[in-house]
């Protein structure tokens, strides 16, 4: 099965393909995919599980890195109808599919990079302005965000979708891609909009941020030691400063919530650079000729983002870690007594 020539068509985000005139022979990437969307589906879908059932883990935070969660598994929908359609393109002949797989190759795929952006814009107002954040942020309002960031991409992308499947789709033969030669100003804005401002503005706002919680962690620390000598000169046993152990409690709450924001924005920014710098270099300029090895490694990187988000999501949360281990240790003691 994985043996066959297939037209080299790795997908972007808005279901073109990277190289539309190579055709090679390529088994390796129907295996990544694939391989790459079951542990996607597998390991976001339990650790979404995870922040849904445990009531200690539903901060408002924690709304928006379960959303991203959600989202990537929707998104392995995507790796499984590229496999379809590389391994047994005649099931993309139906129109129904493949107006459902154009869907999720520009409507879905874009969500989740944009709950990024939104991670960031929560980073920035907690670090930022720390006394509003605490008085206006809840979970409510963090899943309204989240449905706003759905909406706009659905208002941005789905028309062109729409359009293409009524007046503009290609003949079977072309194979289940989206003509954006027909819409060429609608393909650049929603590639401009949805795939490569929030890969910039999550970078940028990345150094932004690190230059601000360093200059917080300072402050706070500074304070703390002014209020420690203040009780030093109060009496040989003074006793605790609750304020001293809010700043300090805040301290740790912020630096936890800020490597959590690092590990995924770095993450993002380091698998979807190539991606997006090639396809607005593909969508701008007449590319004659691709270095298939550039091409493999955007794929491949791609493919890996959304396995990773859960994986450093465990990695940067040690309670969701005690959390799991506890689960673990549950499911061991069941097993054992059986």
């Given at each position: 099965?994985?043996?066959?020539?297939?037209?080299?068509?790795?997908?972007?985000s808005?279901?073109t393909?990277?190289?539309p005139?190579s055709r090679?022979?390529?088994?390796f990437?129907?295996i990544?995919?694939l391989?790459?969307?079951?542990?996607?589906?597998?390991?976001n879908?339990a650790?979404?599980?995870i922040f849904?059932?445990k009531?200690d883990l539903?901060?408002?935070?924690?709304?928006?890195l379960?959303?991203?969660?959600?989202?990537?598994?929707?998104?392995s929908i995507?790796g499984?109808?590229?496999?379809?359609?590389?391994?047994y393109?005649?099931y993309m002949?139906s129109?129904?599919?493949?107006?459902?797989r154009?869907?999720?190759?520009?409507v879905?795929?874009g969500?989740?990079?944009?709950?990024?952006v939104?991670?960031?814009?929560?980073?920035?107002w907690a670090i930022?302005?720390?006394?509003s954040?605490?008085n206006h942020h809840?979970?409510r309002?963090?899943?309204?965000?989240?449905a706003?960031v759905t909406?706009?991409?659905?208002v941005v992308?789905?028309?062109?979708?729409?359009?293409?499947?009524?007046?503009?789709?290609?003949?079977?033969?072309?194979?289940?891609?989206i003509?954006t030669?027909?819409?060429p100003?609608w393909?650049?804005?929603?590639?401009?909009?949805?795939?490569?401002?929030?890969?910039?503005?999550?970078?940028?706002?990345?150094i932004y941020?690190?230059?601000?919680?360093?200059r917080?962690?300072h402050?706070?620390?500074?304070?703390?030691?002014v209020?420690?000598?203040?009780q030093?000169?109060?009496?040989?046993?003074?006793?605790r400063?609750?304020n001293?152990?809010k700043m300090?409690?805040?301290r740790?709450?912020?630096s936890?919530?800020?490597?959590?924001?690092s590990?995924?924005?770095?993450?993002?920014?380091?698998?979807?650079t190539?991606?997006?710098?090639y396809y607005?270099?593909?969508?701008?300029?007449?590319?004659?000729?691709?270095d298939?090895?550039?091409v493999?490694?955007c794929?491949?990187l791609y493919?890996?983002q959304p396995?990773?988000?859960?994986v450093?999501?465990?990695?940067?949360?040690p309670d969701?870690?005690?959390?799991?281990?506890?689960?673990?240790?549950?499911m061991?003691a069941v097993?054992t007594?059986s």
């Amino acid at each position: 099965m994985f043996n066959t020539t297939v037209n080299f068509s790795v997908e972007l985000s808005n279901g073109t393909t990277l190289s539309p005139q190579s055709r090679v022979v390529w088994p390796f990437d129907s295996i990544m995919t694939l391989t790459c969307s079951i542990l996607m589906a597998i390991l976001n879908s339990a650790l979404a599980a995870i922040f849904l059932v445990k009531r200690d883990l539903r901060s408002a935070f924690a709304s928006y890195l379960t959303a991203l969660l959600l989202f990537n598994v929707l998104v392995s929908i995507h790796g499984f109808l590229y496999v379809i359609k590389s391994q047994y393109p005649v099931y993309m002949r139906s129109h129904r599919l493949c107006d459902f797989r154009l869907y999720v190759s520009w409507v879905v795929t874009g969500i989740p990079l944009n709950l990024h952006v939104l991670i960031t814009i929560n980073r920035i107002w907690a670090i930022a302005f720390p006394m509003s954040y605490r008085n206006h942020h809840s979970p409510r309002l963090a899943w309204m965000l989240v449905a706003a960031v759905t909406v706009y991409v659905h208002v941005v992308c789905l028309p062109g979708v729409v359009l293409d499947g009524i007046y503009y789709r290609m003949p079977v033969e072309k194979g289940c891609v989206i003509n954006t030669l027909a819409q060429p100003r609608w393909n650049q804005t929603a590639m401009l909009l949805i795939f490569e401002f929030p890969v910039a503005f999550i970078g940028v706002s990345w150094i932004y941020l690190l230059a601000k919680q360093r200059r917080h962690r300072h402050s706070v620390g500074t304070i703390a030691l002014v209020a420690m000598g203040t009780q030093v000169q109060d009496g040989p046993t003074p006793p605790r400063n609750e304020n001293t152990g809010k700043m300090q409690s805040n301290r740790r709450r912020f630096s936890r919530g800020f490597v959590v924001f690092s590990a995924l924005t770095l993450s993002a920014v380091l698998c979807w650079t190539p991606y997006e710098t090639y396809y607005v270099i593909w969508a701008f300029v007449d590319l004659n000729e691709t270095d298939q090895r550039f091409v493999m490694l955007c794929l491949g990187l791609y493919l890996i983002q959304p396995v990773l988000d859960p994986v450093l999501i465990v990695l940067t949360m040690p309670d969701l870690r005690r959390t799991i281990r506890g689960i673990f240790d549950k499911m061991k003691a069941v097993f054992t007594r059986s």
